[in-house]
């Protein structure tokens, strides 16, 4: 029992220990009179109603406060109702804004402030922000109804307790008669990614090599909620397949552990169609060759990054090929260099360039090339090719010309090396056609 005598002492104390606590607090509190004035706020409170200070608040109501007067009236509609009937107000979720305007949750309780004789002085609100917990209380269910039915293309699912750093469940499917190793421990589902993923330095590898309860803590205590990569992997079959994974953070509503969700689906189709479309587009359509800016780009870069090496440029040109369309036609003609191209790339190595440059021109890079000798047996040998494709059209005097070029003798770019080798090959047509000339000649 506190004496009368120190009453103001003890008012002091409890009003020294609300200021303390509500000036400590990350929760949003208030203090409303039963008029509905607000005689006293927590900082966060304050910044979530748009103010600087508690001053601003002092002796206002939420009328008088807030621009949005629709939410204002629901807001005193609420107090007063809670002041009618006598009941305190618990657990209500609601939206909430924080300071930046984001929307957010709060979870609100409301306790009417009463003397002791009975008579109401006013609302005590209080209110947490619970917004990752309403958000994962929202997605549990849907995430975990994966552990039963497995997401279309699915390989596997698994679930794993962060906290206690197990594995509670995995499930697995086969798709094209392949599908993940089964894991029983989460240390066995780490050392099998690890092994059957194909690039060592993917974001997948790196994730997976790393894999822990504090790497996944950091991860979610940095605001993550998901992570994703895609990579190719070898499955149970041996076949390398394209895989996405998805791991999505959950609270465990039974536990209240942190846990992870890992799902890996077969996204092999739409990968390789997508690098086709990569390829496509950096192709001659009708030839099936580089097309001239894949051409120049991979020349220059060939160039760049093998600058101590011989490397040959050869530039082809058909001769007489406008008469093989005037006289067969523009098709006969498409015919003509589709075969042509198909040759080309027989000549050269896999890490060759062959692309073509526009209409009956052609580029051949022969990289690393140690013996330049080889590049006039090289050059007859194409030359011998148009003419053999020729014979299936008589009466056109078709061959070939071609200029050549040598890096770095001849220049060190693929611009003064395209100028060397077009002279050249205007020399070869003009000294008669159906020949090689090199530039340095």
Known sequence: MVDKRNIDEYNAIILSAYRALIRGTKDMVFIKDVNQAYIGASDAFVKMMGKEDESQLIGFTDMDILED?????????????????????????????????????GSTCKYILMDDNGKKLGILGLTKDITREYMARQHYQQELKYLFE?????????????????????????????????????????????????????????????????????????????????????????LVRW??????????LDSGHLCALLTAKDIDAEKKA????????????????????????QIREILKSQSDSNHVLLMLDVDNFKMLNDTFGHQTGDEFLISLA??????????????????DE???????????????????????????????????????????SIYPEDGETIEKLYEKADEALYQAKRHGKNQFIFANS
């Open 362 to 404: 052609f580029f051949a890079l022969m990289k690393n090339v140690p013996d330049l000798s080889i590049v006039p047996r090289k050059a007859g040998q194409i030359l011998d090719t148009i003419i053999a494709i020729c014979d299936n059209y008589e009466g056109i005097n078709l061959s070939g010309s071609i200029g050549i």
């Open 69 to 105: 007067k629709n939410l204002a009236k629901r807001y005193m509609d609420d107090d007063k109702k809670i002041l009618a009937s006598g009941n305190n107000l618990i657990d209500y979720v609601e939206p909430i804004t924080d300071e930046d305007g984001h929307a957010r949750y």
């Open 243 to 252: 895989v996405h994974n998805q791991i999505r953070f959950l609270t465990d």
């Open 342 to 359: 198909s040759e080309l790339k027989h000549h050269f190595r896999e890490t060759d360039v062959v692309g073509r440059i526009g209409g």
């Open 274 to 297: 997508e690098q086709d479309l990569l390829v496509a587009a950096k192709m001659d359509k009708m030839t099936m060759v580089y097309n001239r800016e894949t051409t120049m780009d």
């Open 150 to 238: 497995l997401p279309k293309e699915a390989y596997a699912v698994s679930y794993i307790d962060v906290d206690e750093w197990r594995m509670i469940s995995q499930r697995r499917k086969e798709i094209s008669n392949g599908t993940f190793e089964q894991c029983n421990t989460v240390e066995e589902l780490a050392f099998a990614a690890v092994d059957s993923i194909l690039d060592r330095e993917s974001k997948a590898f790196s994730f997976y090599k790393d894999f822990s309860s504090d790497m996944l803590y950091r991860l979610y205590e940095s605001g993550k909620t998901e992570i994703s990569f895609k990579y190719e992997r070898r499955l149970t079959n041996g």
